[in-house]
């Protein structure tokens, strides 16, 4: 069975050159929402820390988990460079666990996305819950259903530090409307002086939801006070916003 959503080493590279921190709107809206919160904060699939990083810079206590190794190395590597220690452990949406609640649980851009299998994400969500404090915040951005739609073919490329030359050919290999859910084989290569010297293929899987439906879901799993806003501004959704961002209450 193809393992999907796997962020090897090629990816977990080319994230970093294509994702650099306060490269995408997500980052300063988290920082305005989370400015001056006292609790402890949750990042699950933290990544590379593009997120958890700032926060931390910030001054806020973030604790974070990555099913990805080489992802998670990243992201040690840059909080130690920045001289911070934060409780990073490689651990899956499904199954994560802690033998403590949290005040808040952050999930930024797309990724609860990669839940891609709807009673799964359910279960993720009534995981969320369960590990947050009473009166704990969940918020989570999501992106809508007209990513289903046909898009072209990815491909590009960036240069390395060290002049590598990494490239990337995404092709939307699956489309299926009624469980929302799309699939994208990525195609990774180093070239080295012409030369192709790595190349790695990951699947990438993704559920995507309707913006009453993740409300409906959040409250299935035991949320309340459901807000949501668009476009990563202080205001109800508009048709247009690529990225919703919901707040529930436990």
Known sequence: MTTTNRYGAIA?????????FGALPDTAFHLARFRDF??????PACGSGRTLLPL?????????????PEMLARCQARCAAAGFAPDLT??????????????????????FTLIDRFETALDVLRRFHAHLRPG????????GLEVL????????????PDGDLLTLEGIRTATDWLAQRAETTYRYER???????????????????????????????????????????????????RVLTYEAVR
């Not at 006292?38 to 990042?43: A, D, F, N, P, T």
């Not at 949406?93 to 797309?110: C, H, K, N, Q, T």
Request: a negative charge.
């Open 12 to 20: 977990a590279e080319i994230y970093d050159l294509d994702k650099p």
């Open 38 to 43: 006292k609790g402890s904060i949750l990042e």
């Open 56 to 68: 931390l810079e910030a001054g806020l206590d973030v604790t974070g988990f990555d099913p990805s």
């Open 90 to 111: 490689r651990q899956r949406f499904e199954d994560f666990a802690y033998d403590r609640s949290f005040d808040a649980i952050l999930v930024p851009v797309g990724s």
């Open 136 to 143: 704990g915040v969940l918020v989570i951005d999501n992106q």
């Open 149 to 160: 739609a046909p898009a072209p073919d990815d491909r590009r490329r960036w240069t390395t």
């Open 191 to 241: 070239w080295r002086d012409g030369v192709l010297v790595e190349s790695q293929i990951d699947v990438m899987a993704q559920r995507y939801w309707g913006c009453d439906e993740f409300r409906l879901a959040l409250e299935a799993a035991g949320f309340s006070q459901v807000t949501v806003t668009g476009g990563y501004r202080p205001r109800p959704p508009r048709a247009g916003d």
